[in-house]
């Protein structure tokens, strides 16, 4: 059989100090955290105090400090508090170490030995919290109130809570919200419908990355027992209609690797500016609008989301360096429940183009950045969010598919979402639980996976699987056909047929050709954002200026990464571009999420540098 083992001691092995966070959990480790919050919008901030439960393990004989040590990152941290009956406090201690811009500043509290709370009194910064976006209304759909969103993942919570900011460091959490009057806060957790005074109570353990909050003009509509969505008013009924599909997911979800366990499953659809497709929290998916198409055609991203149920939140990578473990195995997941739904055709699609861009992220990415278990060590892990663990990741799983049969290898997910349920788990231990449960009971299979390539080693093995499309190959007829100036068909086409058209063109048109496809196509003036975004990549490659106002337009309202870095990216390859991308982003950085504005920073500043 194949070996499992890494070629040599790998970083962050299994109770190795994960690189990305300050905290101490071996000495003191957080279990519980209770929020008290409010949200400040004309100050910009977040006040108030967490009461941290915490369990304090025996400490060496010599050790002389008793401490806890939590991450933080630009919160100005008021006063500290210990008590061991969390009902008398008595004021502590505390010290606040360096800032590194990556990773914030420890936050050092004293302890005695019969401390079993801690409370924190803190705010957050108006204009540091990396992990706040605050909307004015102009930037909401109803454009008459504010707005208030938190991203978390990867390192960002610290920006908010102080907290032990580290995937494998699980707490339960409830929180108390107050907010202005008119506005609805909802939050990672079972939501109430009330107007006003929310509690929440998270009763499973989760990552802090996990936790997420959101203030606005929000209105719920269901979608089924269970399902629903929540947005501004003006956009619900659209939402609502396009993710009409999300209960039969989970219950697809459900039939493939086993009960849903956190209740409700939600979608909350946030302003254009959030800077990702989605993000899992758990209850309440956060969600872009720029999927709203008008025919589910890009509702994968809800399978996505749901599935990170199981692959993510159920069972959590440990480290940052770990995280296809996360992705990988929901890219996989995803196209079973899309499958179930859609039918083969549309999954096919949709991993043919997850192919293509894991073939050009390839070209891109440094040997050392195209490993599953990817060295973060000094870095930011922002960098290990390119396609590799996503679609190397899910190829992996399909080969273990393939060579296995689908039958065997979803008993094994099924019994491994359930053994690690509510747990963190490194790449090691998830490998040495396959060659326990998987590979033994076939080592001839088994024997076909090289294991140590997938995770180990850059690129792809000669064994991965090659994804492939029929109906992609009629569209490569088309392309032949029209690239010689026949007339083609088009009429049937989905989303996923029209990205691989556009993907397929020769990279450089002429000003002529462009204008050709834009008679006869009108793609400047798509209302998908799949097809636009693709289209105005190629609008600013070839200098087509006819396009320019939508590319203005949507770099001014859309803050989804995925869309805008590779278009500033694409102005940044030669002068008149660049001059072009300093001017638009100059109007366009105030209304990003801190995220992407970190993003693009870095992308001029490269520039610049190179110059
Ligand atoms: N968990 C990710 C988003 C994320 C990853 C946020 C790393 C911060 C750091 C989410 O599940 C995701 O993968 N979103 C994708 C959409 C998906 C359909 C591939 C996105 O936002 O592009
Ligand atoms: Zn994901």
């Known amino acids: 059989m194949t070996s499992c083992k890494p070629p040599k001691a790998a970083h962050n092995e299994p109770g190795a100090h994960d690189v990305h966070s300050y905290g101490n959990p071996d000495r003191a480790r957080v279990k519980h955290i209770g929020l008290d919050l409010e949200v400040i919008f004309d100050q910009r901030t977040v006040k108030g105090t967490a009461v941290l439960t915490i369990d304090q393990f025996a400490l060496p004989a010599k050790q002389a400090k008793r401490e806890i040590v939590l991450d933080t990152r630009a919160l100005q941290i008021d006063k500290t508090e210990v008590s061991p009956d969390g009902l008398k406090y008595t004021e502590g201690r505390f010290d606040m170490g360096k800032s590194d811009p990556i990773l914030g500043a420890p936050l050092h509290i004293d302890l005695a030995p019969d401390t079993k709370f801690v409370r924190v009194s803190y705010s957050t910064s108006p204009s540091a919290a990396a992990a706040l976006q605050w909307l004015a209304p102009e930037q909401t759909a109803g454009k008459e109130h504010a707005f208030l969103y938190t991203q978390g993942e990867a390192i960002l919570t610290r920006s908010w809570i102080p907290l032990q900011d580290s995937p494998a460091v699980r707490v339960t959490w409830d929180a108390h919200v107050k907010t202005a009057p008119g506005l609805k806060a909802v939050m ?7 107007a006003n005074d929310c509690h929440f109570v998270m009763d499973h353990p989760v990552p802090s990355y996990l936790i997420a909050l959101a203030v606005g003009d929000l209105q719920f509509q269901a979608t089924g027992p269970r399902t629903g969505v929540w947005a501004e008013p003006s956009v619900l009924a659209g939402a609502a209609a396009e993710f009409s599909d999300t209960e039969k997911m989970v219950e697809a979800a459900e039939k493939l690797y086993g009960p849903y366990r956190w209740g409700r499953y939600d979608l909350l659809v946030l302003p254009p500016s959030f800077p990702f497709g989605g993000m899992e929290n758990p209850c309440l ?88 278990n990817v060295n973060l060590d000094g870095r930011d892990p922002d960098d290990g969010m390119t396609d590799i663990p996503y679609e190397k990741g899910a190829l ?33 231990e998830s490998l040495e639980y396959m060659r326990q449960h998987l590979f033994a009971q076939d080592p001839d299979a088994a024997l076909k996976i090289p294991v140590n390539a997938w995770v180990y080693q850059p690129g792809l093995p000669a064994t991965a699987p090659k994804p492939e499309s029929e109906a992609f190959q009629a569209v ?43 008679a006869k196509f009108h793609l400047t003036a798509s209302k998908n954002n799949e097809i636009l975004a693709q289209w105005l990549l190629m609008a600013v490659r070839n200098r087509y200026a006819a396009a320019n106002a939508r590319l203005d337009g949507f770099l001014t309202t859309v803050g989804r990464r995925k869309y805008v870095k590779p278009l500033y990216a694409a102005m940044l390859t030669d002068a008149t571009g660049a001059k072009h991308a300093v001017a638009i982003y100059a109007r366009a950085r105030p209304l990003y999420h801190p995220i992407t504005q970190t993003s693009i920073d870095a992308l001029l500043a490269s520039r610049a540098e190179a110059k």
């Open 285 to 372: 998916t956060f969600a872009t609008p720029t999927v709203i198409a008008g025919d589910k055609s890009l509702v994968s991203l809800v399978a996505h989301e749901l599935a990170h149920s199981w692959s993510g939140n159920l069972v959590t990578n440990a480290t940052w360096s770990d995280f296809w473990l996360n992705e990988g195995y929901t890219v996989y997941f995803e196209r079973r429940i899309l499958e179930q739904i859609y039918g083969k055709k549309r999954t096919d699609m949709e991993a043919v183009l997850g192919y293509q861009d894991l073939q050009d992220e390839l070209k891109s990415q440094p040997a050392k950045d195209q490993i599953l």
């Open 188 to 194: 990672s957790a079972p939501n109430c419908l009330d």
């Open 396 to 428: 992996f799983l399909l080969e273990i598919e393939q060579k296995f049969g689908r039958a065997k290898l979803d008993l094994y997910l099924k019994d491994y979402f359930d053994r690690f349920a509510f747990r963190s788990i490194t790449t090691k």
């Open 476 to 518: 490569d007829t088309a392309i032949a056909a029209w690239m010689k100036g026949q007339t083609i068909d088009t009429a049937q086409w989905s989303t996923q047929e029209w990205m691989h058209f556009l993907r397929g063109l020769p990279e450089h048109l002429d000003a002529a050709h462009m204008k050709k496809l834009d």
